[in-house]
């Protein structure tokens, strides 16, 4: 076991009993507070330690970076560019600084006052600075519903789709943190009746419950990622809401696939939990069969046991939980995502957002997406407020929530994306 993820640590600083963020966590995001400029934290219960002064401190020092500016920066790229091995090693050193038994911070009351911030007193930026995006379709689940619907059952899973993990390549500019407003998308939409397309507000706004994993480790053109080296490239993860606007996808997405019905805005946590804190909750793959290609053989745990949830709020109201879902149901893991992704010669750079797919299971409650919940409108939501949700109504906030528990080991959590829909500008 890495001993960082030891369930029987504790720290110096208060963490309630069901946070997300206790210190076999301590994800890594980019925070501001009172105008200073945004720089590298770690999540610690309600706590955001500032990373940039405790590096100015000299707590890193025997970690002798490479670049000691990585944490000043207004995003992690610079500091993920130091490779796998830092990212462990600084973590390590925070897990250690942030011990009960260390009195290295926990008795300098100097120190632990400029660098301990209320979660709340702070404001969460964008991570990363996103250069490309891809967004798979990796859950058979959610693969099979949506297909049953648009193709009949015999026909649902395309012909390629056991053999290779499908993506598109998204929209990097539209990535969002979470409480970032988002407005209703207008675009042509056309009837299945209608003799002429029309131009208008989205009127089948939906969410969909993703989880992505941001790239940590560059490649150069004309080399590829094995299943087996793919995890020293991935950093971490978060949870993605790829917002989808149903009618304009069904128009426009043939023969070129999704666009502008994407396009228009995708949501993501703040925090980005590493590869090393998600550990003990690796699990079995679903089997594959038929047999994938050489190329996309793995070994060993590629799945992660991360317990899903969304709730929609419309305003002033109280939340309704619409889905309880698992990134454990993923057909396709990440590493072979990967795998695939650069399986042509294809370079990927630091920075890279890869989205798994709406993430359903089997049962109706786990499904991903309101297209799927409410099976393209005819099986309406009931809300708190005796109104319906076919799909996302403006002034509605959509909230993601995931998080790893079981037995014997340390609850750890993504905290929560979220997102109101605001009228079309
Ligand atoms: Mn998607």
Redesign the pocket.
């Known amino acids: 076991m890495i001993e960082a993820n030891n369930p029987d640590l504790k720290s110096w600083v208060e963490v309630p009993a069901n946070s997300d963020f206790p210190i076999q966590n301590l994800p890594f995001g980019i925070f501001s507070i009172n105008n200073a400029s945004p720089r590298a934290g770690v999540a610690i219960g309600n706590f955001v330690v500032d990373l940039s002064v405790l590096s100015e401190l000299g707590f890193f020092d025997q970690l002798e970076l490479a670049d000691n500016t990585v944490f000043h920066k207004q995003v992690l790229n610079d500091f993920m560019a130091l490779g796998k091995p830092v990212w462990t090693a600084v973590r390590n050193r925070i897990s250690e600084l942030l011990r009960d038994d260390n009195p290295e911070l926990r008795d300098n009351s100097d120190a632990k006052r400029q660098v301990l911030y209320p979660l709340q007193m702070v404001q969460m930026h964008l991570p990363v600075q996103v250069g490309d995006y891809t ?1 798979f379709y990796s859950s058979i689940e959610h693969a099979t519903n949506v297909g049953t619907m648009f193709r009949g059952k015999e026909n649902a899973l395309p012909a390629n789709w056991l053999h290779l993990p499908i993506g598109y390549h998204g929209r990097a500019s539209s990535i969002v943190v979470s409480g970032t407003p988002v407005y209703r998308p207008k675009g042509q939409t056309k009837a299945d009746d209608a003799a002429m397309p029309t131009y208008q507000p989205s009127r089948l706004l939906d969410f ?1 419950l ?1 989880m992505a994993f941001i790239v940590g480790q560059s490649t150069n053109m004309g080399e590829s990622i094995t299943t087996k080296k793919a995890e020293e490239h991935i950093f971490g993860m978060v949870l993605f809401n ?1 917002w ?1 606007a149903r009618d304009i996808q069904k128009w426009e997405y043939v023969p070129l696939g999704p666009f502008l019905g ?1 396009s228009f805005a995708s949501s993501i946590s703040p925090w980005i939990v590493t590869l090393d804190a998600l550990d003990p909750y690796r699990v079995a793959s679903p089997q594959q069969e038929p047999e994938v290609l050489p190329y996309l053989q793995f070994e060993g745990k590629k799945n992660f046991d991360i317990q899903l949830e969304v709730s929609i709020q419309p305003e002033n109201q109280e939340e309704k939980l619409v889905c309880q879902s698992n990134f454990k149901y993923m057909y396709w893991n990440m590493a072979q995502q990967l795998a695939h992704h650069t399986v042509n010669g294809c370079n990927i750079n630091v920075g890279d957002m890869c ?1 798994s ?2 993430i359903s299971g089997k049962d109706e409650t786990a499904y991903g997406s309101m297209l799927e919940l409410t099976w393209r409108g005819s099986k309406p939501i009931s809300m708190p407020d005796g109104t319906e949700r076919k799909f996302i109504q403006d002034n509605d906030t959509v909230i993601m929530r995931g998080f790893c528990q079981k037995e014997g080991f340390a609850r750890i959590g993504f905290g929560e994306v979220t997102g109101k829909v605001f009228p079309a500008i």
Request: charged share 55%.
């Open positions: 967004d969909e993703e790829d989808s994407k989205a797919g709406t």
